[in-house]
């Protein structure tokens, strides 16, 4: 079965860093495209990131670009996405999926407050 | 970037009415559209990739079309377990970028 677990979210201040982590399971992790995609509370959906399956290939969107860093560990099967100088409009439930493009299977996100 | 205008934002409607949802993109491609139904609290679930291709294991009520600029999405006969929030996201090409969304209520 397909699991993708994300971790790491939580209250930050606006400028401090958080570094998301997604495990991965079920599938062969090192094959796939992985993406972040966000929803701000009461919003809608907001594509944010994604990377090959052997990194050698990243993009992001406009507004996080210089700010964000997505990454992975094949060896443990996990996706990350490190996020600094954060502002109140990154506050959102951030969710990894599987693919780079029509995303399938994702996991059920985790928490990201920007606040002071 | 491509921007994704869906319409309507929300609509009304009964068990057993066909519902159609629209994405327009700002700029046209092929079928590198995917449609995903998302209900509250829980994360969105792809229904149809590569405009019209139904994913295993959705019900054939959904069905989707389109090419260029205008896609649908139609629910044949709207079930209660549809009453959910709908997306479509072109990835064509980078930024990915999602319509706004169409809520689906009951009438």
């Known amino acids: 079965e397909v699991q993708l677990v994300e971790s790491g979210g939580g209250l930050v201040q606006p400028e401090g860093s958080l570094r998301l982590s997604c495990v991965a399971s079920g599938f062969t992790f090192s094959n796939y495209w992985m993406t972040w995609v966000r929803q701000a509370p009461g919003k809608g959906l907001e594509w944010v990131a994604n990377i090959k399956g052997d990194g050698s290939e990243t993009h992001y969107m406009d507004s996080v670009k210089g700010r964000f860093t997505i990454s992975r560990d094949n060896a443990k099967t996990s996706l990350y996405l490190e996020m600094n100088s954060l502002r109140a409009e990154d506050t959102a439930v951030y969710h990894c999926a599987i693919g780079g493009g029509a995303t399938d299977h994702w996991g059920q996100g985790t928490l990201v407050t920007v606040s002071s | 970037d491509i921007q994704m205008t869906q319409s309507p934002s929300s609509l009304s409607a009964s068990v057993g009415d066909r519902v159609t949802i629209t994405c327009r993109a700002s700029?046209?491609?092929?079928?590198?559209l995917a449609w995903f139904q998302q209900k509250p609290g829980t994360a969105p679930n792809r229904l149809i990739y590569?405009?019209?291709s139904l994913q295993s294991g959705v019900p054939s009520r959904f069905s989707a079309s389109g090419s260029g600029t205008e896609f649908t999405l139609t629910i044949s006969s709207l079930q209660p377990e549809d009453f959910a929030t709908y997306y479509c996201l072109q990835y064509y090409s980078y930024p990915r970028t999602f319509g706004q969304g169409t809520k689906v209520e009951i009438k």
């Open positions: 590569g405009a019209s």
């Open positions: 700029q046209g491609f092929r079928n590198d």
